[in-house]
């Protein structure tokens, strides 16, 4: 059905451009009344993708309103997979009509870096949320380090000049995730993520610095679990694979 639509509206491209551009504008309001009623289709996610290639090409695409369009439906459905996949690509089409300009590029993903500290804030189960700051914090770690000279226009990005400080920042917040919900396997996955993934570990000066904050880890859990263990009479069964994921990483570093 969407192929068909698609068939029809291109046949308009060759004959009169004005009228394709408003043809496409209507279809992209269409489709976003569709979203509204069906959020999880991915054939209408797509469709409206192939909306603004087609005017991309004719150089009429407006990626500020088509961003206020997603934030407005991830408001409404703060954890729809499909609508964060949505806005990564339009962000990514927003830093390319930035030409370069690495202070706009840079302002773009401290807003995103925000944004998902906002929803996480609001819904530590947010897993798109987490995931999607995985993209942004050596990204914007890249940003900074690659222009140094821009971060006089950014003050408070003093965090992002050093992994080991973005790591402290997001262990509090992943504390304060996994007190509000031991059961989420959003905020587990994140705690992986940051406890073992070469950006953050490859910034400590040796082994014994990253061993001593798994081994801080190790205690957060610990007693996490003990607490869990007063309230149900047994062990959490996420503290207890941390645990051990933990035991692991130290393992491994004695090799």
């Known amino acids: 059905m969407w192929n068909y639509r698609r068939e029809i509206l291109s046949r308009y491209k060759s004959e009169d451009l004005k009228i394709y551009e408003n043809l496409l504008n209507q279809d992209l309001k269409f489709v976003l009344s569709q979203l509204k009623k069906f959020p999880k289709c991915y054939w209408i996610w797509n469709h409206r993708t192939w909306l603004l290639f087609e005017l991309v090409k004719i150089e009429k695409v407006n990626w500020e309103f088509e961003f206020a369009v997603v934030s407005k ?9 499909h609508g964060w996949h949505y806005r990564r690509f339009v962000v990514e089409n927003m830093e390319l009509a930035c030409k370069g300009d690495l202070s706009k590029i840079l302002k773009i993903n401290l807003d995103e870096f925000n944004y998902t500290t906002l929803k996480i804030q609001k819904d530590f189960s947010n897993f798109s949320a987490w995931h999607n700051r995985t993209k942004l914090i050596p990204k914007i770690y890249n940003l900074i380090h690659d222009n140094e000279d821009i971060l006089m226009r950014f003050p408070g990005t003093d965090m992002f000049q050093d992994p080991k ?24 996955s994140y705690y992986s993520w940051i406890v073992s993934d070469e950006f953050f570990t490859k910034a400590f000066n040796n082994k014994e610095e990253y061993l001593e904050v798994l081994n801080e ?3 957060v859990i610990s007693e996490l679990n003990e607490m869990e263990k007063e309230d149900t009479g047994k062990d959490n069964v996420r503290c ?7 035991e692991t990483l130290k393992a491994e570093l004695q090799e």
Do not use: A, C, H
Not at 73 to 81: G, K, P
Not at 165 to 188: A, F, H, R
């Open 73 to 81: 439906l991830l408001d409404l459905d703060q954890r729809n997979f």
């Open 165 to 188: 400080l973005i790591m402290n920042n997001d262990l509090e917040m992943i504390k304060t995730g996994m007190y509000m919900s031991p059961e989420d396997t959003s905020v587990w």
């Open 217 to 219: 880890q190790e205690e």
């Open 240 to 246: 207890v694979k941390f645990i051990k994921y933990i």
